[in-house]
């Protein structure tokens, strides 16, 4: 008797989704065929293949995919037209389940009439309508004394191979580590002259003691105080560099000055996100402390002068919004620069952030199909975003004199090995579905 559900997809492409959705009807007490788990490596395998779907299988699940559909992939290709040769003695017997933005009118013939289970919002979902879909169709499940265990280990053993496939190509990587050019000089002053105005004036700065630490330059400083004011200047790569032993500085013995500079540096990157119009987000959490900065309500940005834009921002379950987001911070290894993390932060119909806990819940669920090319993509049109299209992202405490600027393209690497990474993610264009 037909027992067996055979799992067509493209490989290594879907292997992951092919891999999670075998071990998913195994548990559930279903036979499954599916190459990654079942083909051994000494055997002939369009042997295998053609009689399991021809003699063993009762229904064939075809995971529908841009990668699957390409006609250059041979094998999903062939597979398909063996099932379609079958389905004229079983009705019923091709099932499609949709993983991505895949259109409807590039399906190859055999399927282009059939329904298709959606996956691709929600692997949960799609799962329970495959499951009532079987259940309905009255498949039989497998008499087995496997232990669930072994289903789970072999799902977990999976994974750390497909996660992990690299290949001998030669390849260049983005970072996040953006190339920085600091301030020229930072500036100390007495602390009773020109905190309040430094407050006022909201300028990043480090109080240390009875002095204060800024990047706001000696004449601006004069000039919004209306008097002259004591100060000493310092190089501000030579201060970064040396000054991490105690020094006195208009009387005040100040350790470790370094430290109070990258301080600043810091301060200075949340204050340009936020001056180029990002909101701030700090979750409640104490296990974090750094502020998230995240784009406005239909921000959407080119990745380079030629590209299309991409959504920074787009519908979340039909009422709330998901926002990109960015935090940063200095770093001078391997070279002076600023690492920029990415976020997603999720609002309100009101455009209110939600609870750390729903925060969380809509991570999972949003961001559990997307991979390195999506994030990447993000950053870029973000970086193209806050630098309008130049080289470099502007930002100053006082003037031009004592500018920060942060390039907008990132420092580039060339590894001799690549990876096969999922195409699972949603597409450009796709930003703004649920």
Known sequence: MKDTIFISHATPTDNIFAAWLATKLELCGYKVWVDINDLAPSVDFWTTIDQTIRNDAVKFIFVMSNASIDPSRDGVQKELAIADKVRRQIPNFIVPVRIDNVSYNDLPIEILRLNAIDFYNDWAKGLEALLKYLNDENIVKAMSNTDSQHYIDRWFNSQTKLRSQTVDNEDEYCSNLFALDLPESVFIYKREDVEEVLTDRHIPMKKNKKVIVTFACSKCICDWCLREVDFIKLDTKDAIQNNTLPNTYLGESISNLSRDIISIVNWMIGEMLYKHGLRRYKSNSSKTSKNVYFFPNGAKSKRFATSREKALSG?????????????GYYTGYPMSGIIFKWHIVFTDEKG????????????????????????????????????????NIFYTPCCEENAMYIRSQSERFVSEKSYIEPYIYKQVGDENAE
Do not use: C, V
Request: hydrophobic share 40%.
């Open 352 to 391: 209110i952030p939600l609870p750390d806990s729903s925060q969380i819940a809509a991570r999972r669920s949003k961001g559990r199909l997307m991979f390195n090319k999506q994030w990447k993509e993000w950053l870029q049109a973000s970086m193209f975003y806050l630098s309008g299209g130049t080289a």
């Open 315 to 327: 519908t979340y379950k039909k009422i709330k919004k998901w926002h990109f987001g960015l935090s």
